[in-house]
């Protein structure tokens, strides 16, 4: 047995923190904490034809060996769909933040993201030459302060749903002070995706704001109930990201048989709008709820029941445990001391008698 006794000692500081994380297989409880927002995932809607490919492999990266007619049909009319000139798809959502991120601003240019981006955003800026500053959650007053010191490019991040607090960000008013300092603003909209917009299309489009936004993110795992993730943009965009973006140059593409799914969800999730609209019916019912712990304000799929501590937070996720109920406790250091929380998500598969045992146990 290799001697890797020096990994204990961090995990020991976990276990004492009560933050100590483990896998868990499925139970079979009713469903309280994926992302599978329309309950596509669940079903064997996107799987009727993927009897035609018998081979699994891309057998490379898409610069070598690894393109094929698919993978840039579905890309078009991705990019079709969301009103973007041109795409690029990635193995996951947090290839597309990190190719995007790491490759696109420049030494000398400056970063400025929403404090609260996920982590694939941070990561990406991590891996950039260029220097970066965070501004308060969708405090605009912070964000112009630092636009007003930014030097070179400059980047704006932030989501238009963000995923520990179910909130939008304020995308007229940051697209309206990126105008101002000239900035190029980059929009990560993997919660808004299948959700947000009649059709699903997003926060942007929704809004009509697309034409003025440099790139836009869009992630297949979470309402899409697949995988991978598409950047969108110019064809410069594109161009550019095939010869710089490590992420995409370095990586086996995805096979036929996901592509397929991906395209498949596309022609799928447009259409329920039967399923968005019991989404916001539950959304509504739970927003309006008595319980006797604070919820953060959202009309999104994401709910969010702030129960202070570790300990507390474990304690009330395993009482809806054994209720049958699957909500996952979200610990520090996942999110600040003192705003540990059970991080609720709302699908257009679960009933309101569900919602309604739910909330009852939090009463």
Same mark, same amino acid.
């Given at each position: ?25 499925? %139970? $079979? /409880? @009713? ?7 329309? +309950?596509?995932?669940?079903? &064997?809607?996107?799987? *009727?034809? #993927? ?23 579905? %890309? $078009? /009319? @991705? ?7 041109? +795409?690029?798809?990635?193995? &996951?959502?947090?290839? *597309?933040? #990190? ?265």
């Amino acid at each position: 047995m290799y001697n890797d006794d020096f990994l204990q000692q961090l995990l020991i500081e976990r276990k004492e923190q009560n933050a100590f994380r483990t896998l868990r297989l499925p %139970e $079979n /409880k @009713i469903d309280f904490c994926s992302n599978d927002y329309l +309950g596509i995932a669940k079903s &064997s809607l996107l799987t *009727a034809q #993927l009897s035609q490919f018998t081979s699994h492999g891309s057998t490379g990266s898409r610069l070598l060996a690894g393109n094929y007619t698919l993978i840039e049909e579905t %890309e $078009n /009319k @991705i990019a079709h769909f969301h009103q973007a000139e041109a +795409g690029l798809i990635f193995n &996951s959502g947090y290839d *597309a933040n #990190l190719g995007l991120l790491s490759c696109v601003p420049q030494r000398g240019d400056t970063i400025i993201y929403d404090f609260l981006s996920h982590s694939s955003i941070r990561d990406g800026i991590r891996l950039s030459h260029a220097q970066s500053f965070a501004f308060l959650h969708n405090d605009l007053n912070d964000l112009e302060r630092r636009l007003k010191a930014a030097t070179g490019n400059i980047f704006v991040v932030t989501e238009s749903v963000f995923s520990m607090d179910g909130d939008y960000c304020p995308l007229p008013e940051i697209v309206e002070c990126c105008k101002q300092y000239n900035a190029h603003l980059i929009l990560d909209e993997a919660h808004a995706t299948g959700v947000v917009g009649e059709k699903g299309e997003g926060l942007a489009q929704h809004l009509q704001l697309q034409d003025t936004i440099f790139a836009r993110v869009h992630t297949f795992g979470k309402a899409c109930g697949c995988h991978g993730a598409i950047v969108m943009g110019s064809n410069t965009l594109r161009n550019y990201l095939i010869n710089f973006a490590r992420s995409f140059i370095y990586s086996t593409a995805l096979p036929p048989a996901a592509i397929s799914v991906i395209a498949n969800s596309y022609a799928l999730f447009p259409a329920m709008m039967k399923e968005r609209n019991h989404l916001n019916t539950l959304i509504n019912y739970f927003q309006s709820a008595r319980i006797a712990y604070p919820k953060l304000v959202s009309t999104t799929p994401i709910q969010v029941v702030v129960v202070a501590g570790n300990t507390e937070v474990k304690r009330v996720a395993e009482l809806l445990q054994n209720n049958n109920l699957d909500v996952r406790p979200i610990l520090n250091p996942t999110v600040p001391k003192g705003s540990e929380r059970l991080r609720i998500v709302l699908h257009s598969f679960n009933t309101i008698d569900e919602v309604k045992q739910l909330v009852s146990l939090l009463a």
